[in-house]
């Protein structure tokens, strides 16, 4: 590798992306790495933004040992619809309009986060990239094959209740379909974004928009950490259809975002 060059890059992936996507990006900006073997340590999903790790000639050897390293996010959870994928991009599979109070749930929130600090087993959500008998498991959900899910162990290290806070259905409508539209290739966005608009349909009048609620939390936890599931978990447990509406890594092991 050229003398100069960066064994490892800090990127700030965008909402939108796929860390292959970035890369590629960072590549075609940066001529000098055009050549070079690269590769991401630590996977984001689409949905997701934040700090991806990449690594440069002889450093991508070391993939694993920091692919190992703890992660810090900053992420909301939206309560009131669940989908299959436990995030925005995702089919809608239940929805809930008739929300608690604003304390209440707040007070559920905070009495329920215990369940989800500490070591625990998380089971993998079907729509990740975790490979079970040579397939990912989001091919077999794809395809609408039973599988197994497969489980790890866990360690949520930290996990702080930030704030709650309102938004109505024509905001959520509109900050979805934005969303979305923002992620290229096969995501079934089409299918996604007929589902939240029907469910997010509202009529005319600011006094007849439905109101949700947003939570916003900070989390640091063990490598392999899904803060999908965390979400989706965290609504099940309160009995409130709920999933990850933003994620956003802030930190990897002693790497943080500029």
Not at 13 to 25: D, M, R
Not at 61 to 71: G, I
Request: charged content about 35%; hydrophobic content about 35%; glycine content about 6%.
């Amino acid at each position: 590798m050229e003398i100069g060059l960066k064994k490892i890059i800090i990127l700030n992936k965008k909402e939108g992306e796929t860390p292959l996507e970035a890369l590629e990006s960072f590549r075609s900006k940066n001529k000098e790495y055009k050549d070079v073997k690269m590769t991401y340590a630590g996977r984001l999903d689409p949905m997701a933004s934040g700090l991806l790790l990449i690594l440069t000639g002889e450093e991508t050897k070391n993939k694993d040992k920091y692919n190992k390293l703890d992660k810090e996010y900053e992420f909301e959870i939206l309560f009131g619809f669940a989908t299959d994928t436990y995030d925005v991009l995702g089919k809608v599979i239940c929805v809930r309009q008739d929300l608690t109070q604003r304390k209440e749930l707040e007070q559920e929130i905070k009495e329920n986060l215990k369940y989800f600090e500490g070591k625990f087993i998380q089971t993998y959500p079907i729509y990740s990239s975790k490979t079970v008998r040579g397939k990912q498991l989001f091919e077999y959900a794809r395809n609408g094959e039973a599988v197994e899910l497969p489980s790890r162990d866990v360690n949520v290290k930290s996990l702080k209740f930030i704030k709650l806070r309102k938004i109505n259905s024509k905001n959520l409508r509109n900050n979805v379909s934005k969303r979305i539209s923002k992620v290229q290739g096969d995501f079934r966005q089409k299918e996604i974004l007929k589902l939240w608009r029907k469910n997010l349909k509202f009529e005319r009048g600011e006094s007849l928009l439905k109101t949700y609620f947003i939570c916003s939390f900070y989390v640091k936890c063990s490598s392999g950490t899904y803060i999908r599931s965390i979400s989706n978990s965290l609504g099940e447990k309160i009995g409130i259809p709920a999933l990850a509406f933003s994620i956003k890594r802030t930190k990897v092991g002693k790497y943080k975002l500029p």
